[in-house]
């Protein structure tokens, strides 16, 4: 006797195309069916389902004109242009249109974000308008800033010893 597993009979309901089963077959298959009552269930809903689709394609007759018209919409889609061939037409535009454009939307974004309120301008401090105090503390910073410049440059310059 063939010794058929579960998987096998599942397999066997899910396919109504599968070769013929053998007699030791046709008589595994069955014992599952017996045996597991949810592959019997499977099994009755499959077979009623063939059956439904199989009426249901002898009910249904294909157009005569069904090889035109398919061919005809095959035709009519090569004939429009895909996505790319659109960018490419629209990319394709003449220099100055695209200067135009660009124009267009610089002068709109001036007008809709407009100039931005510029604070009044601060008067420039001038050595003469410090006081002494101020004069020397700016002279100070000014040579902290000279030697961390040449500290800077001492590391750039100094080997690497890691």
């Known amino acids: 006797m063939t010794v058929m597993t ?3 009979a599942l397999d066997r309901i899910h396919d109504p195309l599968a070769a013929p089963l053998t007699e030791d077959e046709q008589r595994a298959f069955e014992s599952w069916l017996e045996r597991d009552e949810e592959l019997c269930a499977l ?3 499959q077979q009623a389902l063939f059956a ?3 009426g249901w394609a ?3 007759e294909p157009s005569t004109e069904f090889d035109r018209k398919l061919w005809a919409r095959i035709e009519a889609e090569k004939a429009r242009p895909s996505w790319t061939q659109a960018l490419a037409s629209w990319l394709s535009w003449p220099r100055a249109a695209w200067v135009s454009c660009a124009a267009a939307a610089a002068i709109a974004a ?3 974000l407009g100039p931005a309120e510029q604070p009044e301008p601060q008067s ?3 050595k003469a308008s410090l006081s002494v105090d101020d004069a020397q503390y ?3 910073l000014d040579r902290a800033l000279d030697d961390m410049e040449m500290l800077m440059d001492f590391d750039a310059l100094a080997p690497d010893r890691s």
Request: no cysteine.
């Open 6 to 8: 579960r998987d096998e």
């Open 58 to 60: 002898d009910d249904v």
């Open 138 to 140: 700016m002279q100070e």
């Open 52 to 54: 439904a689709m199989d």
């Open 43 to 45: 099994h009755v809903e």
């Open 110 to 112: 001036m007008v809709f």
């Open 124 to 126: 420039a401090v001038t």
